[in-house]
């Protein structure tokens, strides 16, 4: 009896195995992305003169449209700088593109802010380069869009380097035979790595939207500087401030269905395990060109870092730096870490369930977009509201808050890479591995993630990066005594010593870009191995 | 073939959760959790003397520039159901009246808040100041040339300034304080006019006071109205700048001692006292006036050379209980006129 019983057991969590696993990672997305909206959203709904008088004036509507075209104009010029950046750093035999590579990308290491500042020393009016000219372009819509795209472009590069590497090496082959190498990009090359365009294109029209610190730096209107008026100000008004933004719904939805009109349900085939065994497009005659480019987009992008190496170097601030440092990098990487295996464990998941398009999977992804796109302070109000409670004292004074609020706003970063990186394998293996008997978390740990080690591996590096530049998010609720880099950067801006600030935010960029290349290598030699 | 990333992650994701475990469970009753907009740079060595005089372990929070005075205030209120900070040590006498108003200050009469004139502590021991801060025109020497330096808070709305003067977003930080000072000096028409006439003039509206700083140390600007301890800051820098202690001759220079206040339901209650004490004394006065060019309230505080005495400036007249109550009651009207 026991064991027929056991028997109906197993077959029953066999049948539905894929579900409950789905359903705990559902419970992780609840957690961590929807109940902080949630509570906002009752805010709203036990007062609705505030969503009333929010959008009573034509002033928000304006402002919202103004950034819907900030935020489109920062990724067309970031596409435009990425996508072809990508190509030339991931797949083709540019002189230097590794190191070019490298320096391109460290913009994104650094929250747009201090981009903004570095800038301001090169093309300030009394900038290393500046003029009056100079000064009125960067204090400008065109400065704001320039310093955004130049911030952003990185995360299309990278995600199209990356994609680029996946591409199954056979079809590239069979191209090369009959086609010059530009023909190979553009028929074969672009097209296959078409999701991870547009996944860059989301991620980038999204933190170009939200932005705060750029706008109100350049003086430029901004929808978010709204927002955040009724949460930094004087009249705290956290339910108006989310009435504000619930348009914004609407906008991550339309988003998400754009990107799946673009790209579709497409299958490409794409492997990633033969991607170190592939020989790099030679680009001929058009290598000098390509690999000046290629160097002009890195030193524009590693312009600002690099002013701030310059102003930590005058006035001792990398030997002032030690007193000033504390444990911030200690924090921000633990909680970062942690942070972002969260998201990729639970991107893994998700992610895998969007791409075979299992039911719900959907509403999940759309939660996870929608907890991005939302302003960062207003996601911070949430968590106060939902997490800022005597029996869970343990979590909101201490740094496992940072992951709590971490994993809220960049849970899109593990479900969307994975889910692209997982529609672009056939299932036929998975399906091989269920008629043999296989259960959901066998086929999802004995082959999904082997296969896609790579993808999961770069999934966790994307987390930890976004968590580390992370100031946003983390600002408003960070434990005390435990600050991450970013947040003591800021805190420090106040009137601290310049030197000392540049100081701090280049030796986060050095931190960074560390944990960067040493997880590339692990997950290089992971792979191999 | 792939189990080392997985061991990876795991041993990763494992080691995290014990150090956050270890983390959260390191609750000591020889600390004190502090949240304050007074600069870190300046507030930071204030709290590491505390901790060597008195054994106690202080646990800060810190605001932004940006967010000066209500990042922290908002956060405690919005922390209100469950209190996690101790003490609250204000950049201004203003913002901890939000605080008092929504009943979340513990009263506590410290002996060292004893010897301060009644305007500048509250007579049922919700707040006591210390050490202060003026709001003056920071002057950029070159971008000036031969021109007569401004005088007056007024200045920035003279066609004279067009386009080269610069002040923080009034929603904000010690400016709003600024602001709402002038409709209580002015009255509601004056000084909304006043306001109107500062857009028409073409004056830059900066992030912050630090960013009037840097605009006027840059030369973006001629000059801008900012606290003194930035302006302290842009001259230690070694920046061409001069400071201007505002309408000397009219309705004074705005004056805003710091101020402490003890927090209701706090996790360490006699720690929070110890500290309060602790930044009530001469001794953090004289830190102040030393490192911040704050203006000691006390008598017996010596003010270091460079830092000017309240008695030797003329300060504005200023009620900050009713600056309190006017700058809640101009938000709509100051947030329609900044375009948010």
New interface residues.
Partial sequence: MAAAVGRALTRFLRAYEQRAILAVAAVGVAVFCVLPLGVLLARVALSPPDATSAWS?S?PWI?AARSTGLALAVTAVALVVGVPLGVLVGRTDAAGRRVAGLLHVQPVFLPPFLLALGW?HVF????ALGSEAT?AVL?SEAGAILVLALAFAPVVTSLVAVALNGVDPSLEEAARLVARPLRVIAGILLPAVAPAIALSAIAVFALAFSEL?VP??L?V?AFP??VF?R??????A?GEAFALVLPLAPVALALLGLERRFVGRRSFAVLGLRASERDRLKLGRWRAAASALVWIAAGLSGAPVLALFWRAGQGDGFAQMGA?VGRAPWNGL??G??AA??I??VGLIVGHAVARGLPGSRALDALVVLAFVTPAPLLG?GI??VW???AL????????IL?VGYAGRYMVIGVRTLAVVISQSSPQLEEAAAVAGAGFLRRL?GIV??VH?RG??FA?LLALVFCLRDLETA?????????PTTVRI?????????PVVAALASAHVAITAAAVVVGAW??S???R? | MVTRPNRVHRATFLAGLAVLASVGCRQSSREVVVYTSVDQVFSEPVFRAFEQESGIRVRAVFDTEETKSTGVLNRLIAEAGSPQADVFWSGDPVRQMALVKRGLVEAYVSPRAEGLPPGLRASDGTWAGVAARARILLVNRERLGTEAPPRSVSDLADPRWKDRAAIANPLFGTTTIHVAALFTAWGEDGARSFLEALKANGVKIASSNGEVKRLVVAGEVAFGLTDTDDAHEAQQDGAPVDVVYPDADGLGTLVMPTAVVLLRGGPHPEAGRKLVDALLSAETERRLAESAAHMPLRPGVATPTGVRSISEIKAMTVDYGRVAEEMEKIQPWLRQWAGL
């Fill in positions: 004036s002033r402002l301001f300030g009016r009394r900038g000064s204090f610190g109100m730096f003086r209107d500087s709204a008026a949460l930094g100000g004087v009249d705290y956290p000033w633990v909680s870490a942690v295996t969260l990729t464990l109000v106060i509201d800022n409670r005597p004292r343990p979590v909101y004074g201490t740094l496992a992951v740990t993630a082997p080690a999961l591996a966790w600002i408003l609720f960070y434990p005390p005594a435990g600050e800021f805190t420090l801006e106040a009137n601290g010593p310049e692990r997950a030699r992971g792979a191995g």
